[in-house]
T-cell receptor, first 112, second 115 residues
Framework: SQKIEQNSEALNIQEGKTATLTCNYT??????LQWYRQDPGRGPVFLLL?????KEKRKERLKVTFDTTLKQSLFHITASQPADSATYLC???????????FGKGTSLLVTP | DTGVSQNPRHKITKRGQNVTFRCDPI?????LYWYRQTLGQGPEFLTY????????KSRLLSDRFSAERPKGSFSTLEIQRTEQGDSAMYLC?????????????FGDGTRLSIL
């Protein structure tokens, strides 16, 4: 069956450190992979999109890698801040459509 | 940029009643999506429109659910004969129609509680 797995445990890190979140998938052939941030009671907010033929994408303090051999994406936040505390969702799209298939998300807590 | 707007934000109803939610997408976005999210889970895809055409429906969308986007602008999602299991956050998103995948812009959802 198809699965998208993200770190099930919450990630607690100290301000200033780099947070690394993992997204592993099974039985998907994603053409695109996206990362979203979600705050409690709010809708997801788009962060980064990476295509299957791209290895890495950066935006300010954010970096995403995409390894289609390992079937894994890593999401990094450098110089983390308490304001980065949120749930981060990984989402895949296959070639055939536009629907996003989401993981359960990983909760990140950055403490001062 | 007014963003994606959803109404109402909260809906409490008794089991068996019908409910309707509205989504106003970002004005220049051709694609509109509906998702459902329960506590501790990621959003699950329900359906999507390109302009007024409903192009894809998930198996999650039982025949009690119907969605419309009559003029290719706002959309409504109706649930008939609501059940306890319908309690969830219903999220709407919109995106541009471009080459390949485009980022989806989400509203803040309608939280449905079935008594």
């Amino acid at each position: 069956s198809q699965k998208i797995e993200q770190n099930s445990e919450a990630l607690n890190i100290q301000e200033g450190k780099t947070a690394t979140l993992t997204c592993n998938y099974t039985n998907y052939s994603p053409a695109y992979l996206q990362w979203y941030r979600q705050d409690p009671g709010r809708g997801p907010v788009f962060l980064l999109l990476i295509r299957e033929n791209e290895k890495e994408k950066r935006k300010e303090r954010l970096k995403v890698t995409f390894d289609t051999t390992l079937k894994q994406s890593l999401f990094h936040i450098t110089a983390s801040q308490p304001a980065d505390s949120a749930t981060y969702l990984c989402a895949l799209t296959e070639n055939s459509g536009y629907a996003l298939n989401f993981g359960k998300g990983t909760s990140l807590l950055v403490t001062p | 940029d007014t963003g994606v707007s959803q109404n109402p934000r909260h809906k409490i109803t008794k089991r068996g009643q019908n409910v309707t939610f509205r989504c106003d997408p970002i004005s220049e976005h051709n694609r509109l999506y509906w998702y459902r999210q329960t506590l501790g889970q990621g959003p699950e895809f329900l359906t999507y429109f390109q302009n007024e055409a409903q192009l894809e429906k998930s198996r999650l969308l039982s025949d009690r659910f119907s969605a419309e986007r009559p003029k290719g602008s706002f959309s409504t999602l109706e649930i008939q004969r609501t059940e306890q299991g319908d309690s969830a956050m219903y999220l709407c998103a919109s995106s541009l129609m471009g080459q390949g995948n485009q980022p989806q812009h989400f509203g803040d959802g309608t939280r449905l509680s079935i008594l």
